[in-house]
């Protein structure tokens, strides 16, 4: 989700006029953490290439660096995904913060429901109906503009991303066939009850 590389924080968050410490606290590490992750793995790996998974707010990385290195990954799996524009208006509004302001303040890759749209690559998304953190009218806007193939599996009666505790076999269901695909091996024969997935 959040790897406290590269000397940060480890605590990320919007920043505000009136936040203490505001440079310690921010956003910005979240994608240079991420590509120093993967530049790690594809040199212990002596891979050429990863597929990301990224769950609630490390979904927001995996699709910018997705974006921005598309020879180095070759899938993305987001689960519970953030629609961090939608986000912020919907708390910002609440809590009668300066949505504007704080929106001009984020790195604009990490606007997920925007960056998807240069995504190439295979996208496979998982999204929880009873998820109030990342809900999953937002979370279907980042599939809906998603260019490339795509599969989205759904689990409607739990919330933000318990599928892969609570429904663990419809959650590997969804992910093995998937990971198999991308990475051009044979997919394992699981014993699991199938997800309510749609393909496109």
């Known amino acids: 989700d959040f790897l406290p590389l590269n000397n940060t924080s480890g605590v990320p968050v919007l920043p505000t006029r009136d936040s203490p410490n505001r440079e310690d606290r921010s956003l910005d590490t979240l994608i240079p953490d991420l590509e120093t992750v993967v530049a790690w793995a594809l040199v212990h790996t002596g891979q050429s290439q990863v597929t990301l998974l990224g769950v609630s707010l490390g979904t927001m990385p995996s699709v910018a660096v997705a974006v921005r290195y598309p020879e180095r990954v070759n899938a993305v799996v987001l689960d519970s995904p953030v629609a961090l524009g939608d986000e912020i208006e919907r708390y910002g509004g609440l809590l009668r913060l300066p949505v504007v302001e704080i929106i001009r303040a984020v790195d604009p890759a990490l606007i997920s429901e ?63 066939p998937f990971l198999a695909r991308v990475w051009d091996v044979p997919a394992i024969a699981w014993r699991y009850v199938p997800a309510e997935t749609t393909t496109r």
Request: glycine residues 12%; proline residues 11%.
């Open 114 to 176: 925007n960056t998807i749209a240069a995504l190439d690559q295979p996208l496979l998304m998982f999204v929880h109906g009873r998820d109030r953190v990342t809900p999953p009218g937002p979370a279907r806007k980042i599939y809906e503009r998603a260019p490339g193939p795509k599969e989205l599996v759904e689990f409607p009666g739990l919330s933000h991303g318990m599928g892969q505790y609570l429904a663990t076999e419809q959650y590997v269901n969804g992910i093995e």
